[in-house]
DNA sequence: ATCCTACATACGCCATTGACGTATATTAAA
DNA sequence: TTTAATATACGTCAATGGCGTATGTAGGAT
């Protein structure tokens, strides 16, 4: 990883830091909403067994959440933000066991 | 997202399933040993308050998998470890917010 | 030397979740 | 219509995540 490129990423980890703390606005919202997650496994197209399984999290777990019984964690809502924003590169390093 | 490229990522999530299922052997470990993340946190250059907040977890959680006190959950895991195999890509997806 | 701030270790407590199970419903293909 | 894959729906409970407090350490600044 570069330096500067990773300086860059840096600077975006700071200014996170100043949104979080409310001293700037969020440019969206940072998490999936629960009811978005369908759409956005529809958007990589993949079932929930494999979806699931992708993610890290039993069918179950998965099913949970679609139907609004339970609200992922944090990091499963970072993880399938990341994967709606950038499906080929994060799902590849998810896979890449 | 391009077809072709999808097509592939789409096998590789198959070749997953054969994997959990005992089908093929693993080309390495799916998952972070909790162990590891400290290292992981170091390779990418961040303090524990700024990578907690990256994966959207609470400090205290972060350090209770530092110190080895708790797991951290399946989401948890495969995005840390995304992060370490393709830190630039998966870190710019992270956070736009 | 002393203060100060950021960073880290360490752990008690408890509400919420994730995992596991079962039963039913829908869809598509054979 | 039978079958298999996919999805909805929900009960139960151990384990986690969030929250708090206390302590330790390394680095500058004064």
Redesign the pocket.
């Known amino acids: 990883m570069k330096d500067s490129l990773f300086a860059e990423l840096l600077e975006s980890v700071e200014q996170m830091d100043e949104i979080v703390k409310g001293e700037r606005e969020p440019a969206k919202e940072r998490f999936v909403a629960a009811s978005r997650l369908?759409l956005i496994r529809k958007k990589v197209n993949l079932?929930?067994?494999?979806f699931a399984m992708l993610i890290?999290?039993?069918l179950?777990?998965l099913?949970?959440?679609?139907?609004g019984?339970?609200?992922?964690?944090?990091?499963?809502k970072v993880l399938i933000k990341a994967i709606e924003r950038d499906p080929e590169n994060v799902i590849k390093a998810c896979i890449s066991s």
């Open positions: 369908k079932s929930q067994p494999k890290g999290v039993e179950s777990t099913r949970n959440w679609e139907q019984r339970r609200e992922p964690t944090g990091p499963a």
